[in-house]
């Protein structure tokens, strides 16, 4: 089973930075794409960023100019980024990992996310 897990979550005041980082593991890995999803305080999931095998990337509006999605594919991991945090950015963050299947398909896989608080 692949096994996803974030970390880098905390408390930073507006305008400050943080850097999530989403490991996944569990054998041999055909990542698809990794991205980050985020759900705030009586709000929806929402998707925040994601980069593909190529490395394309795509940004929520919200989020474009301030986070940068980055992947080690050799750890196998996906960074994100994230400056000049604002209060909406307050969530619990996940990370989403997508696996090629034999046939073409993909599996999704999700991390137990981190919390990130922005708060003066």
């Known amino acids: 089973q692949v096994q996803v897990v974030e970390s880098g979550g905390g408390l930073v005041q507006p305008g400050g930075s943080l850097r999530l980082s989403c490991a996944a593991s569990?054998?041999?890995?055909?990542?698809?794409?990794m991205g980050w999803y985020r759900q705030g305080p009586g709000k929806e999931r929402e998707f925040v960023a994601t980069v593909g095998r190529g490395g394309s990337t795509d940004y929520s509006d919200s989020v474009k100019g301030r986070f940068t999605i980055s992947r080690d594919y050799g750890k196998n991991t996906a960074y994100l980024q994230m400056d000049s945090l604002k209060s909406a950015d307050t969530a619990v963050y996940y990370c989403?990992?997508?696996?090629?299947?034999?046939?073409?398909?993909?599996?999704?896989?999700w991390g137990q996310g981190t919390q990130v608080t922005v708060s003066s």
């Open positions: 989403r990992v997508d696996t090629w299947t034999v046939n073409g398909g993909r599996n999704e896989h």
């Open positions: 569990g054998g041999v890995l055909s990542i698809a794409a």
